[in-house]
């Protein structure tokens, strides 16, 4: 049999399993795989599987698998965690990682991890929600009058005082998740467009807290991450 050396990271109870494709052979990244090493019973258990690729444009490219196998195109969080550890491995304090349509940016700040994620577009927007691009696509909830729409993120805002907001969070292939990064920087988004006005935002979710700032045109998201361990998957 085997071996595939892993790391585990969260962010704000936003758990990731993490293959570092710059230091060994990666796998064959099946859905049959990817559904069994996300599985929190059977594999190592995870909200999304982050695998690390060398890159010609940045310190590394990054793709993005939910536990249901399906791909995603953006994650605040996992991006976060990653810029953590190639910093970590690389000496840097300051790192580049490639998505499929962005570069993003990641730095070491006091409060933990930040990353400059790019541009958040509104797509579309009602009286009761936002649809917000930021590589993947948010609906952004204020009132729970709509149905969900199963293709999308979807952010539940259930509060707001001044520049602090509560939000719950149902990531598509994952289910409700404890925090979502692009989540937090969507409801920022919506925010600005509902209110008019662009501020720093605290966003609490149910696991744990972020600030996000900066401008529709590069949003930055900061807050503290962790790694929980590192290991062996047998294949």
């Known amino acids: 049999m085997s071996k595939l050396a892993f790391t585990k990271m969260q962010a704000q109870g936003n758990d990731f399993v993490i293959i570092n494709g710059l230091t060994s052979e990666l796998p064959i990244l099946s859905q049959t795989f990817i559904r069994r090493i996300t599985e929190r019973r059977y594999g190592i258990g995870c909200d999304q599987l982050l695998v690390l690729e060398k890159s010609d444009t940045a310190d590394a490219g990054m793709r993005i698998f939910n536990s249901d196998g399906s791909q995603a195109a953006n994650c605040g969080n996992g991006l ?5 550890l190639l910093m970590q491995q690389l000496g840097k304090e300051y790192v580049s ?3 499929a349509d962005r570069i993003v940016h990641a730095e070491a700040t006091i409060n933990g991890i930040c990353v400059e994620m790019g541009a958040a577009t509104v797509t579309d927007s009602t009286a009761a929600h936002v649809d917000i691009n930021i590589g993947n696509e948010h609906t952004v909830f204020f009132e729970a009058t709509e149905d969900f729409p199963p293709e999308r993120n979807v952010e539940i805002v259930t509060g707001q005082i001044a520049s602090h907001v509560y939000i719950d969070i149902i990531e598509r292939g994952a289910g409700r998740t404890l925090s979502c990064g692009s989540g937090a920087c969507a409801t920022a988004a919506a925010i600005w467009f509902h209110e008019g006005e662009v501020r ?5 979710m149910p696991g744990g807290t972020v600030t996000v700032s900066g401008c529709p045109k590069n949003i930055h998201l900061e807050g503290p991450v962790s790694q929980t361990f590192e290991g062996v998957f047998t294949l």
Do not use: K, N
């Open 80 to 84: 976060r965690c990653v810029g953590h």
């Open 200 to 204: 720093p935002l605290t966003i609490e």
């Open 97 to 99: 990682i490639a998505l």
